[in-house]
């Protein structure tokens, strides 16, 4: 279930709130010890992002069973190797693999080259590896809860980049000799 980010204007409830907080000043501009105090608490006015604006949603209900459903960021379908990638200094991809990791910073740029997608536990869609991912064309899907505990390193998933959502595939089937 993805999660749609929908933005809603808050104008009423500021000036709701500069309404309060001009009728509370005083002749000199001081707030009356009797007004009652601004409310900016989340938990009445909803989320606010830094510019003021509310922010609510809805899930998405039309992901196969068992995906992990994050914030698409960069279109394309791709399959292949998981390679959970903690620590930068440690990384071993080959080329084809797709990098799990918590977060990127500039420092994991070089890494990009050899990948063909990216699933991330942090980021939106301005964030370091969004961005880089869609430079490079690579399938995205970040802000995947848990990504680098779910996802086991080599497992083989496909990063569905357009829609917001990672499936594990199953294991293929061994004949024992």
């Not at 980010?5 to 005083?26: E, F, I, K, T």
């Not at 001081?30 to 830094?50: H, I, N």
Request: proline share 5%.
């Amino acid at each position: 279930m993805r999660y749609v980010v929908l933005v809603q204007s808050l104008a009423a409830a500021r000036r709701r709130q500069r309404g309060r907080r001009d009728n509370s000043r005083g002749a000199r501009g001081s707030r009356a010890s009797s007004a009652e105090p601004l409310r900016t608490d989340p938990a009445t006015l909803g989320q606010l992002t830094s510019e003021g604006e509310g922010i609510s949603g809805s899930y998405r209900v039309d992901v196969p069973d068992g995906a992990l459903v994050g914030l698409a960021v960069s279109a394309g379908t791709v399959e292949g190797r998981a390679r959970v990638i903690i620590d930068m200094m440690e990384a071993d991809l080959e080329a084809g693999d797709i990098l799990v990791t918590a977060c990127t910073d500039p420092s994991w740029t070089p890494l990009f080259v050899a990948i063909k997608g990216l699933v991330t536990e942090v980021g939106g869609l301005m964030t370091h590896g969004a961005v880089i991912a869609r430079e490079y064309g690579l399938p995205a899907v970040v802000g995947v809860l848990h990504a680098t505990r779910l996802i086991r390193d080599g497992q083989r998933i496909r990063v569905h980049g357009t829609d917001g959502y990672v499936e594990i595939l199953p294991e293929p089937c061994r004949e024992h000799l």
